[in-house]
């Protein structure tokens, strides 16, 4: 009996933390010929991840160009990854969450009459534009997909809703958790080290901290002008009460949407301290190390209560209400008092700080990458 032939497609770094421990798995896995396309719809960002993980991709496609549109690169996905397809003949493509590069190989998968895996299926915001354009996205994907791995309850839920057979919903937690427990377990490194010297934080963690930092992420599109700009508000007013006593540290995105407004009202602001992009391992050390998070982000909503911090989310509405429901998170949107206050909370009481930094992480147990290579071997027939 021939192998099972899977190949796993991914282009951006939250795709490939995610789909680390799902490659590293199908690649142990006997009875599966485990194979991995990138689109590198990030190039750098997702280097660094291929790297930590040690996972060489058998194909390339290295489509990355600055400042590519959406259309623009969609349409590379479709022209370079088609002829992949016809050539390496898969038995499934896997690809996980909600990128330009999920949708596109979807919809290539399907032309080619291949059964397709989804992996983090069903979050759904019920509103196409926020976020931008990942509702779509992942609408898309989860129109076509064969087998839908749904990271809990509320994502199955949704799914069902959609008309989609049980069946084919595998409820496996999200593999975020396994690359998380797989990162904090690795080694500090040079880069690691030199990163928290230059933060002022401390490499042994039973030291305590001189002042408490906030980390922060945000860089999403429908923050971009007047949001991002009430956000950065906020985080002066913030500084302005603590004074000495908080750090922000905040890793800032290198789109110009970003960038130019972040650096104008920020770059000169004491106890604001702006940094490029973290690579993964960094991060996760960062994060261990800060008080709490601030962010816009999708996946940090699911990393940081996995060590403990609690999250106040910059959004309106979230495709991932578990961390809501569960006390791990809060929506504070991105109105200027809302989010002080909310952050006041956090830092001022204790109660209020321990009641969401003790809250159950409800995105898994780390063996989420082990559940959904089950799921292809049962679904071989």
Request: negative net charge.
């Amino acid at each position: 009996m021939n192998p099972l032939r899977v190949l796993s497609i991914f282009g951006t770094r939250p795709e490939a933390v995610k789909m680390a421990p799902v490659v590293l798995n199908l690649g142990r896995t006997p009875g599966i010929e485990s194979l991995v396309c990138v689109t590198a719809q990030h190039r750098e960002m997702l280097d660094q991840v291929l790297e930590l993980f040690e996972i060489v991709p058998d194909v390339d496609l290295d489509l990355m160009q600055p400042n590519q549109s959406l259309a623009e690169i969609t349409a590379e996905i479709f022209t370079h990854l088609d002829p992949v397809l016809k050539k390496i003949k898969p038995d499934w493509v896997l690809v996980q969450g909600d990128t330009t590069t999920v949708m596109a190989a979807s919809l290539l998968a399907y032309y080619n009459r291949v059964r397709v895996g989804h992996v983090e299926a069903g979050l759904r915001t019920q509103n196409k534009w926020q976020p931008f354009p990942e509702e779509v996205n992942r609408r898309v994907a989860g129109v076509i997909a064969d087998l839908h791995f749904a990271p809990t309850e509320w994502s199955r839920q949704n799914l069902l809703r959609e008309g989609v057979s049980d069946e084919i919903i595998q409820m496996t937690g999200n593999p975020v958790i396994d690359a998380l427990n797989f990162a904090v377990k690795k080694p500090i490194t040079l880069e690691v080290s030199t990163i928290l010297e230059r933060l002022g934080m401390s490499i042994d963690q039973e030291e305590v901290p001189s002042k408490r930092f906030i980390f922060v992420t945000a860089h999403r599109r429908e923050n971009f002008g007047q949001p991002l700009i009430d956000i950065c508000t906020a985080f002066r007013k913030l500084v302005d009460i603590y004074g000495d006593s908080v750090r922000i540290i905040y890793p800032v995105h290198l789109n110009p949407n970003v960038q130019e407004p972040v650096y104008r009202l920020l770059g000169d602001v004491p106890n604001i301290i702006l940094i490029p992009p973290l690579n993964y391992l960094p991060l996760v050390h960062v994060l261990k190390r800060s008080y709490l998070v601030l962010t816009d982000s999708g996946g940090i909503q699911e990393e940081a209560p996995g060590l403990g911090k609690p999250v106040l989310v910059m959004r309106n509405v979230t495709e991932r209400p578990e961390g809501v429901e569960a006390g791990t998170a809060r929506l504070v949107g991105t109105d200027v008092v809302k989010i002080v206050t909310e952050t006041r909370k956090l830092l001022d009481y204790a109660q209020e700080y321990q009641k969401m930094a003790r809250a159950i992480n409800p995105y898994g147990d780390g063996h989420a990458s082990e559940r959904i290579v089950k799921a292809l071997l049962n679904k071989i027939s």
